[in-house]
């Protein structure tokens, strides 16, 4: 017989086996058990003990449709084992990114091939927007076997590439005296291999440059752009002929994109003076734009938030309702400054469409809301302040005298009786506290009146009973 399915979710609360009758065998307990159409099931397979007729079944239930609840723990395990694999899986980003060439490998496998000669190779640049300069430095390279000296082959990972063999002078722009010199018998020898040593303060030099900042208000899509020329003199005064002047095209901040031409200068006795130029175009890469974007946003949404805390506090009536608004947009008052300097090398704080503006109208909603608080203050202390007669509160405006001591002599002990006696009369020294105003006032003020007082007499002289009397 094929088993059947019973309904989880629809199982009655009591078991159907459970009411069977004694007389009822397993199996045909089990075909008597009602089936519904939806839901879970439990299948219910008779076992071997029930097909031979045995008076005892073993039902086994197995559910097929099942939740299983996650504990608090299990989620945090989870959630910790799911940040290590992240951090690891970010972390193998940095392994093996020695193995791709060197950056100007490239250039001079080409520069060898195309046209041997000096190199010059930028190797570091310095762009500083606030001083604002660009710094860039020069390592002097030479390619092909004419022009390398020997023992100084391998140079940026180019075995066709080296120091160059000619002593020289180097000319940045129009300086008339020699940025750098060159002077290959002062580059020293190793007593290991024999092979020549780059020292750089011999082989490199700096040239600087002022910077047009005249974009930097569009920061972060602000551009520069910088044109440069440099030539090469022998000792001999003969002009060298320089092949190639190429800079990184990656900083931590800028992108840098380099081209550089063949040029000539003219000078005053008519000879032609050949030098290299540089053309250098300047901009932010595309992640730190997108960083500062999001900052830029963050900043707005938290001067919205100021506002909106000045529209919500303005329908509130209590103080304490009010003290985390303003909380928050003090907050948010020292924050966006924060939030400014972290911008990937921002320029100074002269940004007209959003640090100012964010920072007037955070400034002018934490200022509504401390006038907000004052004026809930006041309110408070009107509200609580008992409306007392005018001569009650002329009474408090009297300054009462100390409780005497000692010493005091017997004008201040009158005194003092005297303003005791006063508070008695008033009903001060009464708990609660009475007020005159409740007191039976005379129709006639010259003419004394007392105070009705229906005493039992009078109430068992009216004909009035107790309800507890045996009259009843």
């Not at 097929?64 to 940040?83: D, E, K, Y």
């Not at 209590?318 to 924050?335: D, K, M, N, R, T």
Request: overall charge negative.
């Amino acid at each position: 017989m094929p088993p059947f399915r019973i309904p989880l979710l629809t199982q009655p609360r009591h078991s159907f086996n459970r009411l069977r009758s004694f007389h009822l065998s397993p199996k045909e307990a089990a075909m008597a058990a009602p089936q519904a159409p939806t839901g879970g099931t439990i299948t219910l397979t008779p076992s071997k003990d029930d097909q031979e007729g045995s008076p005892q079944s073993v039902i086994s239930p197995r559910p097929t449709n099942m939740a299983i609840p996650l504990r608090g723990s299990t989620i945090v395990t989870l959630a910790a084992v799911a940040c290590i694999f992240f951090v690891m899986c970010i972390s193998m980003a940095f392994l093996g990114a020695d193995v791709d060439d060197p950056v100007f490998k490239s250039a001079l496998d080409t520069v060898a091939q195309t046209s041997p000669g000096v190199v010059l190779l930028g190797e570091s640049v310095d762009v500083d927007v606030d001083e604002p300069s660009i710094t860039i430095r020069w390592s002097i390279a030479a390619c092909g076997n004419e022009f390398m000296l020997p023992g100084s082959a391998d140079l940026h990972g180019s075995s066709l590439c080296g120091l160059p063999s000619t002593a020289m002078f180097f000319y940045v722009d129009s300086d008339t005296n020699p940025t750098a010199t060159y002077d290959p018998s002062e580059i020293p020898f190793s007593n290991i291999t024999g092979a020549r040593r780059s020292i750089q303060n011999l082989v490199q030099f700096d040239s600087d440059y002022v910077l047009d900042v005249h974009e930097a208000r569009l920061y972060p899509f602000d551009t520069y752009f910088l044109s440069s020329t440099i030539r090469a003199v022998s000792f001999d005064n003969q002009t060298i002929s320089i092949r190639k002047a190429a800079t990184i095209a990656l900083t931590s901040s800028f992108d840098i994109y380099t081209t550089d031409l063949e040029s000539y200068s003219t000078t005053s006795n008519g000879t032609q003076e050949g030098s290299r130029d540089i053309d250098m175009h300047v901009s932010r890469p595309s992640s730190a734009r997108l960083f500062t974007l999001m900052l830029f946003a963050g900043s707005w949404v938290l001067t919205y938030v100021t506002i909106g805390h000045v529209l919500i506090a303005r329908r509130l009536t209590e103080v304490q309702s009010v003290l985390p608004h303003l909380v928050s947009s003090g907050a948010i008052l020292i924050a966006i400054p924060q939030l400014r300097n972290s911008m990937p090398d921002a320029p100074g704080l002269d940004d007209t469409i959003g640090y100012f503006p964010q920072m007037i109208v955070v400034v002018i909603s934490t200022s509504i809301l401390l006038l907000i608080i004052a004026a809930r203050e006041l309110d408070s202390i009107r509200n609580l302040a008992p409306a007392m007669p005018a001569r009650s509160r002329a009474s408090q405006l009297i300054r009462a005298p100390r409780t005497p001591t000692g010493k005091a002599t017997s004008m201040e002990i009158a005194q003092y009786e005297m303003h005791r006696i006063l508070k008695q009369l008033r009903g001060e020294f009464v708990f609660p506290p009475v007020n005159p105003s409740h007191r039976v006032q005379p129709s006639n003020p010259f003419k004394t009146s007392h105070r009705r007082v229906k005493t039992m007499s009078k109430i068992m002289e009216a004909g009035e009973v107790s309800r507890w009397s045996d009259d009843e």
